[in-house]
């Protein structure tokens, strides 16, 4: 009985010392390393943002942090309406500068008698 134990516990410390090993080599699967502390990928302009500056948007990730694929398409559509807005309004603009005001009525000739 004695035996099985110790046998239990060896394997459960080569376990844990080859999860380490791996670990440290391989790293946890990211194609970058981490950014440095305090700093953010983050960056949309002060104004006029486009559906381009949605598509850009970079977000830190941490151990819990966000499913990618779930803000990946949020960022989609955000940016698609953004997009289609904008059209709509700069349509809109056009329209009405193509539309020419009516002429002012000529001013009325004072009575000369």
């Known amino acids: 009985m004695l035996t099985l134990l110790i046998y239990v516990v060896v394997i459960a410390v080569v376990a844990a010392a080859l999860f380490f090993v791996a670990s440290a080599v391989f790293g946890r699967g990211e194609e970058l390393g981490p950014m440095a502390e305090g700093t953010t990928a983050t960056v949309l302009p002060a104004e006029g943002v486009t559906g381009a500056d949605v598509h850009a948007l970079k977000f830190q990730q941490s151990l819990r942090g966000y499913k990618p694929s779930e803000v990946d398409w949020a960022l989609e559509r955000l940016g698609g309406e953004i ?5 709509r309004l700069s349509a809109a603009q056009q329209s009405q500068d193509t539309i020419a ?8 000739e004072p009575d000369e008698r």
């Open 83 to 87: 997009d289609m807005l904008r059209s």
């Open 101 to 108: 005001p009516a002429p002012a009525p000529a001013p009325a």
